[in-house]
């Protein structure tokens, strides 16, 4: 009977030690599930998130292009009371008292207000694109703002004969020589995010040489990847 107790106490004992290994692993397998399943919740929250961040920038992403040949004329102010009269699609270059004034006729393709804070000259083009350095754009003087879905107007001058490209610029006002003036536009949305460099161009054309045509070549992105 001894014998038979003791057998029957092992028995019970290692049954007692597989239901605690048993129960022991289920709670982990459990853990494990709730894990797997609180990790795929987070991932797609954090997936939704940048989803709707995205739409958020997308909503507020300016685009500059030339403004159509059919839209509204613009008459562009400068501060010293300089003025020119744009049709759509139209730019100037224009010396004047010592000083040489250039516009374009712009349009907003973006869903977002477009902030111009910089602008670069150079005449001709290059011949393979390289993206400038934003630290070589001439600051605004004033904000220029253009509406999403509108028209609106670049404007900059030469007023300094010591600025590096005085003389140039003045050559490309006078000289019917001068056909193609290349102008980068720094821009971004109305939070200072979303940095964008459009490449404007200028174009002479005309018997007389004296309408500038604008159109776009190239666009870089600062603070997001670039799609190509």
Excluded at 41 to 57: H, M, P, T
């Amino acid at each position: 009977m001894y014998r038979i107790g003791r057998k029957l106490a092992e028995i019970a004992w290692l049954s007692m030690a597989d239901l605690e290994t048993i129960s022991a692993l289920a709670t982990g397998a459990g853990t494990l599930v709730l894990a797997v399943a609180t990790f795929g919740s987070v991932r797609s929250a954090n997936r939704s998130s940048r989803l709707a961040e995205e739409a958020l920038q997308v909503n507020m992403r300016p685009l500059l292009m030339p403004s159509r040949q059919g839209d509204a004329t613009q008459k562009i102010f400068f501060f010293d009371g300089q003025h020119v009269r744009l049709e759509g699609g139209r730019g100037d270059v224009i010396f004047e008292n010592g000083v040489v004034y250039l516009a374009m006729s712009l349009r907003n393709a973006g869903q977002g207000i477009a902030v111009l804070h910089g602008w670069r000259f150079q005449t001709g083009q290059e011949a393979e694109p390289q993206r400038p350095d934003p630290a070589s754009f001439h600051p605004h003087s004033r904000d220029i703002m253009i509406a999403p879905g509108d028209i609106g107007f670049w404007q900059g001058a030469f007023r300094d004969p010591a600025d590096p490209q005085f003389e140039e610029a003045v050559t490309a006002a006078k000289s019917t020589d001068i056909e193609l003036i290349t102008i980068d536009l720094l821009y971004g949305d109305h939070e200072g995010g979303q940095r964008t460099i459009s490449r404007m161009s200028l174009r002479r054309v005309g018997e007389a040489r004296d309408i500038w045509l604008v159109a776009v070549g190239r666009y870089w992105n600062l603070d997001r990847p670039d799609p190509r």
